[in-house]
C-alpha cells in the first residue's frame, strides 16, 4: 500500500500545482492580458499588481514556500530516521514546494520583470527549479536497490540451477564502470557512454546463453528478462549516482544564489513600504 500511495502522490501534487494555476490565471486573466499603460484603468489594478493586496501576497507565500523547501535538506541530514517519513516523499515535496513557488512568483510578477532585481529573482528561481526537475529525474533513473543483481542471480539459480555461474562469469568479465564519491559532474557525464556500453555488452552475451523460448519454462524466461534488467542496473548504477551527486551540487550552488537574489528582492520591497497586511 506505500509503494502505491508514492506512486500516487507526485499526481496529487502535480494536479494542485495546475489547478491553483488555473485559479490564479482565471481570476486575473482580463487584467494580465492588458498592455502596461492599460493595466492602471483595470478595477483590479491595486489588488493584482506586484505591490498589491494579491500579488504581494503571492510573493509572500513563495517566499514560505522557497523557505520550506529548505526543510529537504534538514531531512537530508538525518536520513537514517525513518520516524519523519521515507524520503522519495520528502523529495516530491520539495519538488512541490519549488515549481509551486516558481508558479506563485508569475503571478506575484503580474507577468512583468521591470526592475533588475526582479529579473535576477526570476531568473534564478527557474534555474533552480530547472535544475532540480532535471535532478529528480536522475533520482528516477538511479538503481535504488544495489542487491538486485543478487536477488536475479539467486532467482535464476533457482529455476535453472548451474545457471548461475555461467552467468556471473560473464558478468565478472564485463565490469560495471565505477565512479568516486567526489566526481565532477564533467567526469561523470563523459562516462556515460561506458555505462551504456557495459550494458548492451552484458545484454548480448547473456543473449547467448539465455536458452530459447521453446526450450525454457515460464519460471526460467521471467528469471532471465529480470538478470537482464538488473544487471543493466548494475552498469549504471555507479555512474548514475555519481551524476546525481555532482548534479545536485550544483543545483544547491544555484540554490544559494537564487535564496540571495530573494533575500536582496524581499529586502527591498520591505524597505520602500511594500509589506501586504503587515
Do not use: C
Not at 506586484?50 to 500579488?55: A, D, E, V, Y
Not at 545536485?248 to 520591505?270: K, N, P
Request: proline letters at 5%; charged letters at 15%; glycine letters at 8%.
Amino acid at each position: 500500500m506505500a509503494q502505491r500511495s508514492r506512486r500516487v502522490l507526485p499526481y496529487v501534487l502535480g494536479a494542485v500545482v495546475v489547478a491553483a494555476a488555473v485559479v490564479m490565471a482565471r481570476r486575473g486573466w482580463s487584467f494580465y492580458g492588458l498592455s502596461l499603460e492599460d493595466r492602471v484603468e483595470h478595477p483590479d489594478f491595486r489588488k493584482l499588481r506586484p505591490s498589491g493586496i494579491i500579488g504581494m501576497g503571492y510573493g509572500f507565500v513563495a517566499a514560505g514556500l522557497v523557505l520550506l523547501n529548505l526543510s529537504y535538506l534538514v531531512r537530508r541530514l538525518i536520513a537514517g530516521s525513518n520516524r519523519l517519513g521515507s524520503m522519495r516523499v520528502w523529495l516530491d515535496l520539495h519538488v512541490f514546494t519549488g515549481v509551486m513557488a516558481a508558479v506563485l512568483v508569475v503571478f506575484h510578477s503580474a507577468l512583468q520583470l521591470r526592475t533588475p532585481i526582479a529579473k535576477t529573482s526570476a531568473a534564478s528561481l527557474a534555474v533552480v527549479v530547472l535544475t532540480g526537475l532535471i535532478g529528480r529525474f536522475l533520482y528516477a533513473l538511479t538503481p535504488p536497490d544495489a542487491s538486485r543483481l543478487r536477488l536475479a542471480l539467486d532467482g535464476l539459480e533457482a529455476a535453472a540451477p548451474g545457471a548461475r555461474l555461467q552467468a556471473t562469469a560473464i558478468l565478472d568479465g564485463l565490469p560495471a564502470p565505477r565512479l568516486p564519491a567526489n566526481a565532477s559532474l564533467v567526469r561523470s557525464l563523459i562516462t556515460i557512454p561506458r555505462w551504456r556500453r557495459v550494458a548492451a555488452q552484458r545484454a548480448s552475451a547473456l543473449g547467448v546463453l539465455e536458452p530459447s523460448r521453446a526450450e525454457a519454462t515460464p519460471a526460467v524466461r521471467t528469471a532471465w528478462r529480470e538478470l537482464h534488467k538488473a544487471s543493466k542496473a548494475e552498469a549504471r548504477a555507479s555512474g548514475m549516482a555519481a551524476l546525481l551527486r555532482s548534479w545536485r551540487g550544483l543545483h544547491r550552488f544555484f540554490a544559494l544564489l537564487m535564496l540571495i537574489a530573494v533575500g536582496v528582492h524581499a529586502g527591498i520591497a520591505w524597505h520602500y513600504g511594500y509589506r501586504w497586511i503587515f
